[in-house]
């Protein structure tokens, strides 16, 4: 064999275990899900444990548990010890449940049956342009979740892992000074608002959702020290949005949705802004091209689950212009998110 023959078949061996390893993305995916269900980063947290003791803890079978943190632990989520005992790595610590910005409740969601099976169904989104989650559940995701309340505990804590790493970055990254009252539209419980009037004392603002007067929300108001200057105001943005503001915020709405549906959105808050004031969009910005960016993969999701999709530049000017605003700036932040300035014309 010649040296460039050899050399062709070692590329070719590594281009082929590079795709192996793309192919069996989804069992990793259960191995996260999993330890992240069974707590094993919380019970390893004061220092390294034997899979006997771990086994016992979480009422598992010890071999087969062993097997699954060892698979881990090639990844570099845990690390197994020479004398049997699996520790935390920097990895494995984002999966503990109570530190800032944890992502076990993340893993949990994508992990769980209801989820991975319209991830499963991926071909009939591909053919159809349809979420695949009605086609698996018989329902949309926002019905099921309505219907299921475990489920939509792990939905609203994977929300939480995300926004743990989101806040900071978008208040940090537009100056909200000037203005003086801000409705944040499909706000949830609130943390974003909390964070931007705890930024800036002088603001004032109201959080507008199906789910916004609840008890999660007023304990995160009442953390931040912000509840006097916060209201809470339940309602359909598809129907209607308080006025009276000079900015409005949608904070990861618009992608849980078709163009259509995200038009509608924008010209239910176009009729409330009465021609006057900005319209702040906080989402990811997919890049052109073949640049590598987790939106695209995101993107993917958004197509099983909510029939939604993440947006190009181009993208948002269309239905911003069709919701009858104009794309002014995008700027940019230490996150995956961008925040989108448009003008109502």
Same mark, same amino acid.
């Given at each position: 064999?010649?040296?460039?023959?050899? $050399?062709?078949?070692?590329?070719?061996?590594?281009?082929?275990?590079?795709?192996?390893?793309?192919?069996?993305?989804?069992?990793?995916?259960?191995?996260?899900?999993?330890?992240?269900?069974?707590?094993?980063? #919380?019970?390893?947290?004061?220092? !390294?444990? /034997?899979?006997?003791?771990?086994?016992?803890?979480? &009422?598992?079978?010890?071999?087969?548990?062993?097997?699954?943190?060892?698979?881990?632990? =090639?990844?570099?989520?845990?690390?197994? /010890?020479?004398?049997?005992?699996?520790?935390?790595?920097?990895?494995?610590? /984002?999966?503990?449940?109570?530190?800032?910005?944890?992502?076990?409740?993340?893993?949990?969601?994508?992990?769980? !049956?209801?989820?991975?099976?319209?991830?499963?169904?991926?071909?009939?989104?591909?053919?159809?342009?349809?979420?695949?989650?009605?086609?698996?559940?018989?329902? /949309?995701?926002?019905?099921?979740?309505?219907?299921?309340?475990?489920?939509?505990?792990?939905?609203?804590?994977?929300?939480? =892992?995300?926004?743990?790493?989101?806040?900071?970055?978008?208040?940090?990254?537009?100056?909200? $000074?000037?203005?003086?009252?801000?409705?944040?539209?499909?706000?949830?419980?609130?943390?974003?608002?909390?964070?931007?009037?705890?930024?800036? !004392?002088?603001? $004032?603002?109201?959080?507008?959702?199906?789910?916004?007067? &609840?008890?999660?929300?007023?304990?995160?108001?009442?953390?931040?020290?912000?509840?006097?200057?916060?209201?809470?105001?339940?309602? #359909?943005?598809?129907?209607?949005?308080?006025?009276?503001? &000079?900015?409005?915020?949608?904070?990861?709405?618009?992608?849980?949705?078709?163009?259509?549906?995200?038009?509608?959105?924008?010209?239910?808050?176009?009729?409330?802004?009465?021609?006057?004031?900005?319209?702040?969009?906080?989402?990811?910005?997919?890049?052109?091209?073949?640049?590598?960016?987790?939106?695209?993969?995101? &993107?993917?999701?958004?197509?099983?689950?909510?029939?939604?999709?993440?947006?190009?530049?181009?993208?948002?000017?269309?239905?911003?212009?069709?919701?009858?605003?104009?794309? =002014? #700036?995008?700027?940019?932040?230490?996150? !995956?998110? #961008?925040?989108?300035?448009?003008?109502?014309?």
């Amino acid at each position: 064999m010649t040296e460039k023959n050899c $050399s062709e078949d070692i590329k070719q061996t590594s281009q082929e275990m590079k795709l192996m390893h793309m192919i069996h993305g989804s069992r990793v995916t259960q191995l996260i899900y999993v330890a992240a269900k069974l707590k094993i980063a #919380d019970l390893l947290k004061d220092g !390294p444990k /034997n899979c006997e003791e771990l086994a016992r803890a979480v &009422d598992a079978h010890p071999r087969a548990l062993y097997r699954l943190l060892r698979a881990l632990a =090639s990844l570099e989520i845990f690390c197994e /010890n020479g004398d049997g005992c699996f520790q935390l790595t920097p990895l494995a610590e /984002n999966l503990q449940t109570a530190i800032p910005g944890s992502l076990a409740g993340y893993a949990i969601m994508v992990g769980e !049956p209801w989820s991975w099976r319209a991830e499963g169904e991926l071909l009939y989104s591909v053919k159809t342009g349809k979420p695949a989650f009605a086609h698996a559940h018989g329902m /949309n995701v926002h019905e099921y979740l309505a219907k299921d309340a475990q489920a939509a505990k792990h939905f609203n804590e994977a929300m939480t =892992s995300f926004s743990g790493h989101e806040l900071a970055p978008v208040v940090n990254a537009y100056d909200f $000074s000037q203005f003086k009252t801000i409705i944040d539209v499909g706000g949830g419980h609130g943390a974003l608002l909390a964070e931007i009037l705890e930024t800036y !004392p002088e603001l $004032s603002g109201k959080v507008y959702d199906l789910r916004a007067v &609840d008890q999660a929300a007023r304990t995160i108001l009442d953390k931040q020290g912000v509840t006097k200057r916060c209201e809470l105001i339940n309602g #359909d943005f598809f129907q209607s949005v308080p006025g009276g503001a &000079d900015a409005y915020i949608l904070k990861r709405v618009l992608h849980d949705w078709d163009d259509d549906q995200a038009v509608a959105i924008l010209k239910v808050c176009h009729k409330a802004m009465e021609g006057s004031g900005r319209l702040l969009i906080i989402e990811r910005v997919i890049p052109p091209g073949n640049e590598p960016d987790f939106g695209k993969l995101v &993107d993917i999701s958004m197509l099983t689950l909510a029939g939604g999709l993440e947006r190009s530049r181009s993208e948002f000017e269309s239905i911003l212009d069709r919701g009858g605003f104009a794309l =002014s #700036d995008i700027i940019p932040t230490q996150c !995956p998110l #961008d925040i989108i300035e448009a003008r109502p014309v």
